[in-house]
């Protein structure tokens, strides 16, 4: 035998009701009914008025079921979600881990910078300029990788407009998340040890 | 205390925590400083010069006591406007030079003016002019490490004098310096004092003070006559 194409099927042998009723012992007995709507657009109403009539029956109509295939479908975007949502967060550590080294490795340079009068607002200013700019060439980089990547793997359909909008606004959140601690912490620098000697 | 004063403490005191344990580093210096004068702080390291300096230079707040500046008490202000103070109304010149490594000469002079908000042309020009003041005319776009010591503290002279501060501050100001580079400094702090720069200097070096009109000596946090 041949494969028919749907699974159900391919588990299933069709007979007459009688038969099937005479097989398995319970005469009379009916698990489902499969109407058909002459106006499409009845369908709704005629759902509820069923759901009314015949209280102890489910009605399904072809729309749940869709939505019910829709729902299946979502599973693996909210993966692909998840999976977003993990390396943003991871962006975020990477970028504040850097941006903290820099910090600290520049503790000099700050402490300069506001004993010759940088108000703490412009050293916050420059930390977090510099995290964007860093967030930026990646962003970059990875669309660089990603737009090839997309056509190779025929995977186009996330290059929309609307992906490319939400992924450079994460870019931008990326970038403000990871700067703005450590350039609270490089304007806790005081000038006087930053300078000491040694 | 007359008005005509740049500077006037009254009985400052700052104390550190360091590790716990409590540190006078100035205990109860009180000295006014006028406008034109070379004023040198001499003492012993450790003896609290350096922490008077930040003081005169709203680098610092003191524990206790009061410190007016161009009779305007800063004493009791808030950081922001200490650093509106440090940005336009003093220089600093430390012994370590403290240039920001990675700009030059010019960029290292443009720095306090940009930071003070003039334009990068009129910050360009100006800091043209004070490198030729200093001696640096040929070298405006040499990087600090490309400068021997010498010219560094004169592109850190050249920044100090950026916003046109009242009052120029030296810390050390030759202690990194060999004695030829060093009394060359000090001839040039001493020749901006002649062209009505005050300047207040704190040094170590008996050499170094030969120029200053005024001298403290300072030991154990205190000034001694």
């Not at chain 1, 009914?33 to 109403?45: F, H, Q, S, Y």
């Not at chain 1, 703490?120 to 090839?148: D, H, M, Y």
């Not at chain 1, 970038?175 to 350039?183: D, T």
């Not at chain 2, 490309?146 to 010219?151: K, T, Y």
Request: aromatic content about 4%; overall charge neutral; proline content about 4%.
């Amino acid at each position: 035998m041949e494969h028919s194409g749907v699974k159900y099927i391919d588990t299933a042998a069709l007979m007459k009701l009688e038969a099937a009723q005479r097989l398995s012992g319970r005469s009379g007995f009916v698990s489902a009914v499969l109407l058909t709507a002459e106006d499409i657009n009845m369908v709704p109403e005629l759902s509820v008025q069923l759901k009314s009539d015949y209280p102890e029956l489910d009605v399904v109509t072809q729309n749940d079921l869709l939505k019910n295939a829709e729902k299946m479908m979502e599973m693996p975007n909210r993966f692909m979600g998840m999976i977003s949502l993990t390396v943003l967060v991871v962006a975020v550590l990477v970028v504040m881990n850097v941006m903290m080294i820099a910090v600290t490795e520049r503790t000099k340079e700050i402490g300069i910078l506001r004993a010759i009068g940088a108000k703490k607002r412009t050293v916050l200013g420059i930390i977090v300029l510099e995290a964007s700019i860093l967030s930026l060439i990646g962003g970059v980089l990875g669309a660089l990788v990603v737009i090839p990547a997309a056509y190779v793997m025929d995977w186009t359909r996330v290059l929309s407009v609307q992906e490319t909008a939400k992924v450079s606004l994460l870019v931008v959140a990326v970038a403000v998340l990871a700067g703005i601690y450590p350039a609270y912490r490089a304007t806790r620098i005081n000038p006087i040890e930053a300078l000491r000697n040694e | 205390m007359s008005d005509k004063m740049l500077v006037q403490l009254e009985n400052v005191w700052k104390t550190y925590q360091m590790d716990g344990v409590q540190v006078d580093a100035v205990r109860g210096v009180s000295l006014e400083i006028a406008s034109g004068e070379f004023a040198t702080v001499m003492g012993p390291s450790g003896s609290g010069k350096s922490s008077l300096l930040h003081l005169i230079g709203c680098l610092d707040s003191p524990t206790r006591g009061s410190i007016a500046y161009e009779g305007v008490q800063v004493s009791e202000m808030a950081e922001s406007q200490l650093t509106n103070i440090r940005c336009r109304k003093v220089g600093f010149i430390f012994q370590a030079f403290n240039l920001l490594p990675t700009l030059d000469a010019k960029n290292n002079v443009m720095m306090p003016m940009r930071l003070a908000g003039l334009s990068k042309a009129t910050s360009q020009e100006r800091a043209e002019e004070l490198l030729d003041r200093v001696g640096l005319r040929y070298r405006p776009n040499y990087l600090p490490k490309q400068l021997s010591g010498g010219e560094r503290q004169r592109v850190a002279i050249a920044r100090g004098l950026a916003n046109k501060p009242p009052l120029l501050l030296a810390d050390e100001p030759t202690g990194n310096l060999d004695s030829s580079s060093g009394s060359e400094i000090v001839e040039l702090l001493a020749k901006l004092n002649h062209e009505g720069q005050t300047v207040v200097m704190v040094t170590h070096n008996p050499d170094a003070a030969k120029h200053s009109s005024r001298i403290f000596r300072m030991r154990d946090g205190k000034l001694s006559n």
